[in-house]
């Protein structure tokens, strides 16, 4: 089994910064791309940002420029730096990975449980 748990949501001003944090455990054999996606409320789930194991990384046009992804490939960890924040960009932020496990040896997506980022003054 694989778990993927974030941390560092929360409430924060217009204007203002957060950082997001995911960490992976379990039968991990490797970790392909992992990303970050959001869904506010009554809307579909999107895509935020991702990156590749080579650290080839990918953004949503709304975030481009704010946002910062980045992993570290030995803690099994990826992080999500998010600055300038708007009211907009308020959702319940999930992480994302495509893991190789040992046993089996299968490549499967895991969801993390997600953490809610608020932003309002």
């Known amino acids: 089994q694989v778990q993927l748990v974030e941390s560092g949501g929360g409430l924060v001003q217009p204007g203002g910064s957060l950082r997001l944090s995911c960490s992976a455990s379990g039968s991990i054999f490797s970790i392909n791309r992992m990303g970050w996606y959001r869904q506010a409320p009554g809307k579909q789930r999107d895509m935020v940002a991702t990156?590749?194991?080579?650290?080839?990384?990918n953004y949503a046009d709304s975030v481009k420029g704010r946002f910062t992804i980045s992993r570290d490939n030995a803690k099994k960890m990826v992080y999500l730096q998010m600055n300038s924040l708007k009211p907009e960009d308020t959702a319940v932020y999930y992480c994302?990975?495509?893991?190789?496990?040992?046993?089996?040896?299968?490549?499967?997506?895991?969801w993390g449980q997600g953490t809610q980022v608020t932003v309002s003054s």
């Open positions: 990156i590749t194991s080579s650290g080839t990384t």
């Open positions: 994302n990975a495509d893991v190789v496990t040992v046993v089996p040896a299968l490549a499967t997506i895991y």
